[in-house]
């Protein structure tokens, strides 16, 4: 296997990984008294060294929007 179809595989990891992920966080949001942890959970994977979840913040609010998904209020 040469370099550049090792870099592909990994990119198309990646890419499937970060997809579980806001699946999985979006999933999680529609369920009552989760919001609060999705939001911290998201920006943390943001911020993660691994670079694995670049733009998951982004990608789940975008999510969420298209579902027209609003917070519940604060109380």
Same mark, same amino acid.
């Given at each position: ?13 990646? #890419? ?11 999933? /999680?949001?529609? =369920? ?14 943001? @911020? ?5 979840? %670049?733009? #998951?913040? =982004?990608? %789940?609010?975008?999510? /969420? ?8 209020? @604060?109380?």
């Amino acid at each position: 296997m040469n370099s550049s179809s090792s870099d592909h595989q990994w990119q198309q990891h990646q #890419i499937n990984l970060s997809a579980a992920a806001v699946a999985h966080l979006v999933k /999680l949001t529609q =369920q009552p008294g989760w919001w609060e942890y999705v939001k911290a959970r998201a920006r943390k994977l943001d @911020r993660d060294e691994s670079r694995l979840f %670049v733009d #998951i913040e =982004q990608q %789940v609010v975008q999510q /969420l929007q298209a579902l027209a998904w609003r917070p519940p209020p @604060r109380a």
